[in-house]
């Protein structure tokens, strides 16, 4: 069974089937619920606090999600880290606090994880904003070195290499706090990819999705392929991969537009 503690600010979640508690900043606010989902090494804190409070957003209720093995949420070392399995740990915050309809916003790893999520789960969902998400297997410029590696030689001496080396300060003090065999086999099965793919359930979804692109990450092939989808793209100028670090203010615009679309409306409603 589940258990909830925390008022305002961090809360925390015990998961029974995990034995161990993920962790979130609570930002009190009113309006739709925005939930931020990190990538790979990352904490959403770190990431998305600036976003979330930022003016173009108008305020409004946050959750600020550490998944499993990152930041401030436990790490249990049985755990998979694989993106589905993610998306159900968060599906359960949800759950608990018994939230539906939200906005959902992940970056890179984040994003494959909140694909999944609405997907799997698609009453928790009502738009869904997605930053250079991970779309099909193969990896990526962070994800393939860690996978090409053995987990135990990673653990061992890798995480420290990849944290000396990490070619960004803010990339490093986040991945600090990760925990090394998370940060692995959320890589190898970044790299491994799942079926269906997120891109194949990103392009099926039947609610407003936007896909945000750094203009410095183009050309972006997976940007490409879901704009044939329908789906709108919209480029961050003066932004990489890092996109609400690069350009917050360009980010937290874009953002807004994004969550300004009426969702549809429920099953078993007319919307009337």
Known sequence: MARLRGADGMRELF??????????IDLPGDGPVRVFVHGLGCTSASDFAHIAAHPALGGGRALLVDLL????????????????????VVAAVLDRLGLTGVD????????????????????????LVVAEPNLYGGGGAFSSPVAAQ???AFVAE??????????????????????????????????EGSTPAPGD???????????LVG?????????????????????IPR????????NPTGFATALARALSVAPPPLPGHDGS
């Open 150 to 152: 053995d987990e135990d």
């Open 215 to 235: 203009e410095l990450s183009l050309p972006d092939p997976d940007a490409e392929k879901v704009a044939t989808f329908g789906i709108p793209v919209v480029e």
């Open 69 to 88: 093995g990152y930041g401030l949420s436990d790490r249990p070392a049985d755990f998979d880290y694989r993106m589905e399995s993610q998306a159900a």
């Open 104 to 127: 959902l916003v992940g970056h890179s790893m984040g994003g494959a994880v909140t694909i999944h999520l609405a997907a799997a789960r698609p009453e928790l969902v009502a738009r």
């Open 201 to 211: 359930l990103l392009a099926e979804l039947g609610i407003p999705r936007t896909f």
């Open 15 to 24: 998961l029974a089937e995990q034995k161990a508690y993920i962790r979130w």
């Open 239 to 246: 932004a990489g991969h890092n996109l609400m670090l690069d």
């Open 158 to 191: 890798g995480f420290a290499r990849m944290v000396a080396g990490a070619d960004r300060a803010d990339y490093a003090a986040r991945l600090r706090l990760a925990d090394p065999r998370a940060v692995h086999r959320s890589a190898v099965a970044l790299v």
